[in-house]
């Protein structure tokens, strides 16, 4: 580890305390969900440790519970987690060149939603390490929430987990907000995802799919839009207009 | 096959196909790509995935969704007056918690 890695992975591990806590109230209630289709809380710590996925594990747990098949399972998954596929290529871009396959896996493997989110925001290119220091903080704590939840179910007083289950959302603003205060077109963009979750909750068909795949589909049209009315120019270039 | 060993294969499964998921752009791409529309697109797709995820479900993730809808607004001011991650985190988690105490 480089002297710019060490640094790069403190920051990320301090990046990724809100990001641990906001797991940990998660994956306590995706915990009861894990008991409730079978799970003990050895295997749903393993299950986290390893998968580290809300909705993807949610939909596995379930799955496990209805006697899915694994090809099942696998096909369920991909679907679920089609987005981390666009992350990955959105971080692929930020990697700086002749970054060594080693650095590369590293990268993809600490994908989630939040890390991503945080990690998509640094300046330009983009240290593994960083991520990989959120990872390292919050995945322990997905994972022991999980087994708690399974252990303690409805133990912690409903208005802790209530206030605990927005730190995710509080960490999404913070990337998304002061990007829109540098960007106007950003800033609209956010308006109109906004708006347009808002309707695909509510609207026949687009409504029926799961969150995840709602999500996918909303991001590929939305940043497809503003790709052909508002291209960029260079890479690194910094929103002045 | 012992139930043990079945649920371990499942979570083994899972893993590994959520894993595919995650690498796959790093195996198959080495380059950036240059593409003008391809890295538009990826520049707009953080901030639309991340405003799609936090919105409606922030005001459906608390108990009452008027503690969702001052966590939001909490948020966004806390966030534009240029507070870092985890004061922003904190801001939400507090007036969640302060707004369902009164409510």
Known sequence: ?241 | MSSNLYIYIFILTMALATYACRVFAFTVIRHPIENRFFQSFLYYVPYVTLAVMTFPAIIEATQSPLAGAGALVAGILCAWFGGNLFLVAGACCMSVFLIELVV
């Not at chain 1, 580890?1 to 306590?28: N, Q, T, W």
């Not at chain 1, 799955?63 to 099942?72: F, G, P």
């Not at chain 1, 369920?76 to 871009?93: D, E, K, P, S």
């Not at chain 1, 590369?104 to 989630?112: A, D, P, V, Y």
Request: hydrophobic share 50%.
């Open chain 1, 1 to 241: 580890m480089s002297g710019k890695d060490r640094e790069g992975f403190v920051l990320g591990m301090r990046h990724g305390i809100p990001i641990a806590m906001g797991y940990f109230a998660v994956a306590f209630s995706l915990g009861i969900t894990a008991r409730d289709c079978g799970f003990s809380p050895l295997q749903g710590f393993v299950a986290s440790i390893t998968t580290y996925a809300s909705a993807g594990q949610y939909i596995g747990f379930t799955l496990y519970a209805a006697r899915a098949t694994l090809i099942q399972l696998i096909l369920m998954t991909v679907i679920t987690n089609a987005r981390y596929l666009l992350m990955g290529f959105a971080l692929n871009q930020r990697l700086p060149e002749g970054t060594s396959l080693g650095k590369r896996l590293l990268t993809g493997l600490t994908i989630t939603d939040e890390i991503f989110g945080i990690t998509i925001a640094r300046p330009w290119e983009v240290n593994p390490f960083y991520p990989f220091g959120a990872f390292v903080v919050s995945v322990p704590c997905w994972s022991v929430g999980t087994a708690l939840g399974i252990m303690m179910g409805n133990i912690l007083p409903a208005a802790a987990v209530s206030a605990l289950g927005v730190a995710l959302y509080g960490m999404f603003l913070a990337v998304i907000v002061p990007a829109s205060k540098k960007d106007k077109i950003v800033a609209a963009v956010v308006l109109v995802s906004f708006a347009a979750s808002f309707a695909a909750v509510h609207a026949p068909v687009v409504s029926g799919l799961s969150a995840g795949n709602r999500t996918i589909l909303l991001t590929v049209v939305i940043s497809s839009c503003a790709a052909i009315l508002f291209p960029r120019y260079e890479k690194g270039e910094n929103n002045e207009q």
